[in-house]
């Protein structure tokens, strides 16, 4: 059983470029949230998919911001036009509907870092 | 609005003793749920222990074991005999549901070393 997977673990970009991210959930998982973690912080909520549906956005989505889930597997973030303050670690998290005792487990991140 | 709040920036521990991390949390809903992830250098958060508000029993899971005091909106964490790879921040976050899925609210983290 793998866990939640994330590519590119890092990525370097100038100020003004796209750069797109992926996530692989845990297979049997149904719910996939991302998450934006800077420094000295816990990590903060973006967005979450239920299957292929993305149901719920944070304030902190700016329209810079996208993310799919096509056919309820994988799921890409993009950040379009990135400015120097989208520099952070980005989680995703996948977990199985189930109530508050409901379990989000994490991927191991990609650091941005826009010059 | 929900909030956790972690008091301990950093903390040390002996290797092989007890270390307590705290956490405290305020919501006005009845139903909730408490985590605890660590998060090593490379990043990703591990899950660790969950609480639910209606336990009446304190949770464990091997090492570490969660002190939950409602009437104070307390969770601390305990870890039971450090071993060095413990080394880690450690954060707390709180779990409601809202529109059918699970908000959570993470706290700024405890950044724990064990000293040799």
């Known amino acids: 059983d793998t866990g939640v997977s994330q590519d590119p673990r890092h990525k370097i970009t100038k100020r003004g470029q796209n750069v797109t991210f992926r996530c692989d959930p845990i297979?049997?998982?149904?719910?996939l949230y991302w998450y934006r973690q800077t420094l000295g912080q816990g990590p903060e909520f973006l967005t979450y998919f239920q299957n292929e549906a993305q149901l719920e956005k944070s304030r902190l989505l700016s329209d810079r911001f996208s993310a799919e889930r096509p056919k309820g597997s994988f799921s890409t973030l993009e950040i379009q036009r990135t400015e120097q303050g989208d520099s952070a670690m980005y989680l995703c998290a996948s977990s199985l509907v189930g109530g508050l005792q409901e379990t989000q487990y994490f991927g191991p991140g990609t650091r941005l870092l826009v010059l | 609005a929900q909030k956790i709040t972690q008091t301990q920036p950093g903390m040390f521990v002996q290797e092989k003793e007890a270390v307590t991390l705290d956490c405290t949390y305020d919501t006005s809903d009845q139903s909730y749920g408490l985590f605890w992830y660590k998060q090593p250098s490379s990043g990703e958060m591990i899950f660790l222990i969950y609480q639910g508000s209606y336990d009446e029993q304190n949770a464990t899971e091997g090492r570490y074991s969660l002190n939950f005091q409602k009437a104070r909106k307390s969770a601390n964490l305990v870890i039971s005999a450090s071993q060095l790879g413990d080394s880690a921040m450690y954060f707390c976050a709180m779990s409601l549901l809202s529109g059918g899925y699970q908000k959570v609210t993470f706290g700024i983290g405890t950044k724990l070393q064990v000293i040799p």
């Open positions: 297979s049997e998982h149904n719910r």
